[in-house]
């Protein structure tokens, strides 16, 4: 009778055991034979796998996997580790009856009896789909994060080089115009001048590549006409692409105008097609395209603001690009061209200004497939293609003025003194703000100011808000190396942009003092 006492317990110990199990509905829980093949199933795997008991008892546990998984042998091997370590615990993709997939966290332990023999094994299942989503977009998040403030943070050391850079151009330039003055008319010399001229020039090139990449450059912005623009400089990209290049430019709907500064369009322009074409050594085909699309159409990473652009793309058939290449392709001075064949200032260079102008550059790429370069530019608020005066109009003639100078760097000052009195003027040099104002105080007769932006303590703006209070009609011209931000009344002054010439200066001189 005791004997059926003990049976009867264990019996109901078991039956609420089983009822226990049964009553989890959150968590697959069933057992396998050594085998792997399945003897008892719960609410919970009906619920998370789609079978009934009837479908799956007798079934092996591996057609839960999906057929790569399978494939690869990744049911046994797990099998294995917990007949060897006693529990197996891992992640991956499991498929449900209806052929749905979820990510699952998968815990088996082996089960043996008294003797330690292997009986079978328990194994729990749970659905972390939403939390491993989760998970992703956070990274997803922190790595955009991360991107963002590692291109500010470039930007902003890029666009400090380039400002040092242009104080250093504005030097040479303007002392090779007093020397080419001054010397006498030798043709060596002359050459020699040429030569030094030129290398100058292509700093200001390279200065101006690494503003457009931190978003510092000064952008004439006006209602461009896409389709016009590319008709126009056709014939220079063939001719920059060479004869084993095929472009060809389908602008198959009207298009409205886009927002963008003409000359750094076409420049980006003859960039994207210049990546393009070394991505294909061997030559091939660029195709040139266009078409209207909404700004949420990239998602909410992009931070695109709301409302119509033009998405101008530019695709070849390439060599591509592997996901690490592509991570890093807009940073400054990256490159995967040869030493001498390229600065890796291209790409960063066309999207700052896709930056600049509201826009975006998008790179896509597939390694052995070829790369579509997507430059998105909003569509203009004028229907009406415009033109924004042009700063080389000829200045009217300007007499003897007496100017004062501006600027912290004394190379700097000492150059623009030199070119202003070569044109005949009279100059005052001062070397920070507090000086300029004293300078100011002590000589009423002052004409014009020309003040650098950039300088410590009091910029530019502020200097000129003080002498303004002082003379409201003071001529006042800011000169920059990049475009600042300005406020208030310094918006409207005119600017004189680093690196300039003696010409610039007639120029700005002439339109300030009229």
Known sequence: MLENQRKTTRFNEEQRFRLLIDAVVDYAIYMTDPSGIITSWNSGARRLKGYE???????????????????AGLPQQALDTAVREGRFEGEGWRVRKDGTRFMAH??????????????????????????????????????????SQKLQAIGQ???????????????????????RKRLPADPKLAQLLDNATQGAQRGVYLTQRMLAFARRQKLAAESVELSRLVQGISGLLQSSMGP?????????????????????????????????????????????????????????????????????????????????????AVDPFFTTKGVG?????????????????????????RKGVGTRAELWLPVAMSSTPGKVPSAQATAPSVNELLVLVVDDDSLVLTS????????????????????????????PGIDMVITDMAMPQ?????????????????????????????????????????????????????????
């Open 416 to 443: 623009t003194r030199l070119l202003l009195e070569d044109l005949g003027h009279r100059v005052l040099c001062a070397s920070s703000g507090v000086q300029a104002l004293e300078t100011y105080e002590h000589n």
């Open 341 to 365: 064949k390229g600065t890796g200032l291209g790409l960063s260079m066309v999207h700052g200004l896709a930056e600049q102008l509201g826009g975006r550059l998008v790179l896509k790429s």
């Open 53 to 71: 008991e009837s479908e799956i008892l007798g079934q092996h546990f591996s057609r839960f996997y999906t057929e790569q998984d399978r494939a």
């Open 106 to 147: 998968v815990v088996i332990d082996a089960i043996r009896s008294d003797t330690g023999t292997l009986l079978g094994f328990a194994k729990i299942t749970r659905d972390i789909t939403d939390a491993t989503q989760a998970k992703l977009a956070l990274e997803q998040a922190r790595e955009a994060l991360f991107q």
């Open 157 to 179: 050391l890029t666009g400090g080089i380039a400002h040092d850079f242009n104080n250093l151009l504005t030097v040479i330039l303007g002392n090779l115009e007093i020397v």
């Open 458 to 514: 009091m910029d530019g703006a502020h200097l000129a808000k003080l002498l303004r209070d002082r003379q409201p009609s003071l001529p006042i011209v800011l000169a920059t190396g990049y475009a600042e931000r300005l406020e208030g009344f310094a918006t409207q002054l005119p600017r004189l942009t680093k690196p300039f010439k003696q010409i610039d200066l007639v120029q700005i001189i002439g339109q300030t003092m009229k």
């Open 244 to 328: 084993s290049i095929d472009i060809q430019a389908h602008f198959t709907e009207p298009l409205s105008p886009v927002l963008a500064d003409v000359n750094q369009l076409e420049l980006a322009i003859l960039n994207l097609a210049t990546n393009a074409r070394d991505a294909m050594p061997q030559g091939g085909r660029i195709e040139i395209a266009a078409r209207e699309r909404q700004g949420d159409e990239l998602g909410p990473d992009a931070s695109m603001l709301p409302g119509r652009y033009v998405c101008l793309s530019i695709t070849d058939e390439g060599e591509g690009m592997d996901e690490a290449t592509l991570a890093s």
